[in-house]
């Protein structure tokens, strides 16, 4: 779980960002690049697809993805699916960062769908996940699930 506001990058270890790919719902991907670049990663090593409501106008040395809409969680899996080739076994990062958005727009039944989905390929790859939501926007049922998926809880501070 991380505090609302915090962008979960900067929480993320030096070693994420050698093969990161990052479900984010935030469409500044300038500001991700300069995040990234301040901790000492490398853009270049760093996918993302944007899962937001806004057109996004980047043109930089992320790899990005088509834009998708939140409520397309059958668009978020198709993007997600063409970018997951890129994750590398046993090294790569997949984070979703803000599965408390997502839930905003979709049914649980369906967005619990999408990440058991995702969480099982990121282990078939043997590669590190992240599902990160901030404090209190999920019920205790949905966080119940969220905690289901995840090997762990971190509380971020």
């Given at each position: 779980m991380q505090p609302s506001g915090r962008r979960l990058v900067d929480a993320l270890p030096a070693s994420a960002f050698g093969n990161l790919l990052l479900v984010t719902t935030d469409g500044h991907l300038e500001r991700l690049e300069e995040s990234i670049a301040a901790r000492g990663g490398d853009p270049e090593c760093v996918g993302v697809v944007p899962v937001t409501g806004t057109e996004i106008d980047y043109d930089g040395p992320l790899w990005v993805t088509e834009r998708v809409a939140p409520s397309?969680?059958?668009?978020?899996?198709?993007?997600?699916?063409?970018?997951?080739?890129?994750?590398?076994?046993?090294?790569?990062?997949?984070?979703?960062?803000?599965?408390?958005?997502?839930?905003?727009?979709?049914?649980?039944?369906?967005?619990?769908?999408?990440?058991?989905?995702?969480?099982?390929?990121?282990?078939?790859?043997?590669?590190?996940?992240?599902?990160?939501?901030?404090?209190?926007?999920?019920?205790?049922?949905?966080?119940?699930?969220?905690?289901?998926?995840?090997?762990e809880e971190i509380q971020l501070g």
């Open positions: 397309d969680l059958t668009g978020v899996s198709i993007q997600f699916s063409k970018a997951f080739e890129h994750v590398k076994p046993d090294e790569g990062w997949v984070v979703v960062d803000s599965v408390g958005v997502l839930s905003m727009y979709v049914s649980g039944e369906r967005l619990f769908r999408l990440l058991d989905a995702l969480a099982g390929a990121v282990r078939g790859r043997n590669a590190r996940g992240v599902l990160a939501t901030a404090d209190g926007v999920l019920g205790e049922a949905s966080m119940t699930k969220l905690r289901g998926l995840a090997d």
